[in-house]
């Protein structure tokens, strides 16, 4: 048996091995609850202590991670601040180079825009004294040009008034006066001891119109049958030269005469007569046709070549008069006188050359004072289209000058 003692009232009772085995049971199951209960208690506080201890440690270790990233960031914002300072400068500065390189380049296009503007004006001046000296060229030109034609007019106005005034006869024996004229007032100095007058002598049958000799120490050395023919416009039957050829020839031989002439105003529509004197000896020997104008320069032309041969013609009269061989002579001088018909025909040729230079230099100048009005009117143009330059029409379709510009205007407002 054991006693046990209440630990409330304080009375002992016995109990026997089995209820205290009982008791002893559920004593130990109650402080073993308790002691569990405890256990779990303090368990349980140490791991709230721990945790407690862990969260402090978690939040120490947080706020010493906070404060290095804060430092960090204060660092950070420390080099940012600079860095952010450093491209301020670099800002300032290309702002400051910006403004150097806009005022710079509003500098050149000023210089660029007066450069244009003097020249768009020195355009002007040219286009202007070009102006003027085409004016004056075409002044000069034109004043030579109607000078040379009213010449020629006035000179046509006199022949076909003459012609209109006068009867046919009249008409040739005008022609003959004005050759006489000529002879006798601007040749007669030149020839001193020469003949010329009218052909009187028809005892032959027929007599030329004038006969021209010319003497060097009372020795004849040349010779000239001259016929002068003309009619008027309104004569019914039109006579051509070849229609006189004849005539003039039997004339030359019936006188003893060397050079036969036709001086002609026939056939005025003729390019070969009116080209310069005309040499006919292919059909009649020594004979030419020419216009009154070539009267002078025919009969200077063939005195020229004859007084070369004086000497010889002297030495053949001489040996023909004493009966002498005069067969090389005659060869000598045949030679001479075939060489002057061939060079007097190139001097012909050339003659005639010279007279259509003349008039295609006429008809040159007449395209000259053409092109003078088109370059007056291309000059107009020209200075019309420099009076309407701007610069929107200088920069249209640049983009680069029109952005430019377009900054420049928005920098000067």
């Known amino acids: 048996m054991r006693e046990l003692k209440c630990p409330k009232c304080g009375s002992v009772f016995s109990v026997d091995e089995a209820d205290y085995a009982s008791i002893l049971s559920q004593v130990k199951g109650a402080e073993f609850d308790a002691e569990v209960s405890r256990r779990l208690a303090e368990l349980h506080r140490q791991q709230q202590a721990e945790e407690q201890a862990r969260a402090a440690k978690a939040e120490q270790a947080w706020q010493n991670e906070l404060f290095k990233r804060e430092q960090q960031a204060v660092a950070a914002l420390s080099g940012k601040d600079k860095e952010i300072a450093e491209l301020k400068a670099v800002v300032n500065h290309n702002a400051d180079a910006l403004r150097i390189a806009v005022m710079q380049e509003q500098q050149r296009m000023n210089d660029t825009l007066r450069t244009k503007e003097n020249e768009i004006a020195q ?49 040739g024996e ?170 007097y025909r190139l001097a012909s040729e050339k003659f005639k050359t010279a007279i259509d230079e003349i008039d295609k230099s006429i008809a040159h100048l007449q395209k000259i004072k053409e092109a003078l009005i088109g370059s007056e009117n291309n000059l107009r143009i020209a200075n019309d289209k420099a009076d309407a330059l701007t610069i929107k029409k200088l920069t249209k379709g640049n983009p680069t000058m029109m952005a430019k510009f377009e900054d420049l205007s928005g920098m000067i407002d």
């Open 174 to 343: 005008t022609l003959e006066v004005h050759c006489s004229t000529i002879f006798n007032g601007e040749m007669r100095p030149m020839f001193p001891n020469a003949y010329f007058e009218k052909d009187n002598d028809a005892s032959g049958g027929s007599k030329g119109d004038f006969i021209f000799r010319d003497f060097v120490d009372g020795f004849e050395y040349i010779s000239i049958m001259f016929e002068m023919k003309n009619e008027m416009d309104e004569t019914a039957t039109k006579h051509k030269n070849e229609d006189f050829l004849k005539k003039l020839d039997a004339d030359r031989n019936a006188k003893g005469c060397e050079y036969a002439v036709l001086v002609s105003l026939l056939e005025p529509d003729s390019e070969l007569y009116n080209g310069g004197i005309v040499d006919v000896s292919y059909r009649y020997p020594k004979m030419y046709v020419i216009r009154p104008q070539f009267f002078k320069s025919m009969i200077t032309l063939l005195v020229g070549a004859a007084r070369k041969t004086v000497d010889y013609q002297r030495q053949l009269a001489e040996a023909r008069s004493q009966s002498i061989d005069v067969t090389n002579f005659e060869d000598k001088l045949m030679a001479f006188k075939d060489s002057f018909g061939r060079n």
């Open 123 to 171: 355009l002007k001046a040219d286009a202007q004294l070009a102006k003027s000296e085409a004016a004056v060229r075409e002044n000069s030109i034109k004043e030579s040009y109607e000078g040379k034609l009213k010449a020629a007019e006035e000179q046509v106005a006199y022949y076909k008034d003459l012609k209109t005034r006068l009867s046919t006869k009249m008409v």
